[in-house]
């Protein structure tokens, strides 16, 4: 969420979600945040949300540049005040990640053991072999980047031309955006996800009738497996303001107000998957 309206974009949530920042987290993350963007020359800098642990909770927020879909870096402080960058994801460790049940601490230096599944094979025999299961040792600053980039890939929002695609291929925030319309603003078709698209550039384009080559080239969430059940939309405030949830991660939710630039998204939640969505279907 930009903190140029982080607020505003706190306040309109918070009848959706039932945690938010105190106004004392509030302007500290605001100001804190202000001087990680100077120091690091970033274009646009935003509060990504909170993750909850036992002793502390992680605050997290990242900065991009001039590309802002490809040089994106994020930053977690437990203090709201001093913030660390993030480890890149280590995409070794994604099934240590997701087999590791304990909550997070809220150090991160704490080593956590998890133990993975075994593995089975087929001797020549055809007879069942099975391996000892691994036990993998994972530092919660690992497991929290981990966390942190699994959320935004599959639940980060952006609406339909918020972002703007330029001839050399640069994602950047589109200055001429002004928000959707009321015929779109209650449809999953015009809110796209927040990263690099997984799609072919030609079937999202044909996704559109009045298709635009440097707007729709993003993955819509409409699409998302299950199709139309990965994201609950919402209208509130008299219709002008679409709240989506997602129900994959519970604990994401998404803004976006009716002709206006004004959107973003927040996380607040204890960092679990919703392991039991499809039966819940």
Wanted: aromatic letters at 16%; one cysteine or more; charged letters at 25%.
């Amino acid at each position: 969420m930009n903190i140029e309206y982080l607020w505003e974009g706190l306040d309109l949530i918070s009848n959706y979600c039932t945690q938010k920042l105190n106004p004392e987290q509030y302007i500290l993350i605001q100001n804190s945040l202000l001087v990680l963007q100077n120091e690091n020359r970033f274009k646009n800098i935003f509060f990504w949300g909170r993750i909850d642990g036992i002793e502390k909770d992680y605050f997290i927020a990242f900065g991009t540049y001039a590309d802002c879909l490809g040089e994106r870096k994020f930053y977690y402080s437990t203090d709201c005040y001093n913030w660390l960058m993030m480890p890149y994801e280590n995409k070794e460790l994604f099934e240590t990640c997701f087999l590791c049940k304990e909550p997070l601490l809220g150090d991160p230096t704490h080593l956590t053991v998890v133990k993975l599944d075994p593995k089975f094979s087929f001797d020549e025999n055809q007879i069942i072999l099975a391996t000892e299961p691994e036990v993998v040792k994972m530092k919660e600053e690992d497991r929290l980047s981990c966390l942190v980039n699994r959320i935004t890939e599959e639940t980060a929002i952006i609406p339909r031309g918020a972002i703007y695609k330029l001839i050399d291929k640069t994602a950047i925030h589109n200055p001429l955006f002004r928000g959707l319309e009321e015929l779109e603003i209650d449809d999953q078709a015009y809110y796209c996800h927040y990263r690099d698209p997984k799609n072919d550039y030609i079937s999202n384009l044909a996704k559109k009738p009045d298709y635009n080559y440097c707007i729709d080239f993003l993955d819509t969430i409409d699409e998302t497996f299950p199709k139309k059940r990965a994201f609950a939309l919402n209208m509130g405030f008299n219709d002008r303001v679409s709240i989506i949830h997602s129900c994959i991660w519970p604990g994401m939710t998404f803004f976006h107000k009716l002709n206006s630039r004004k959107h973003g998204f927040a996380y607040f939640g204890n960092g679990k998957y919703n392991i039991d969505f499809l039966f819940m279907l």
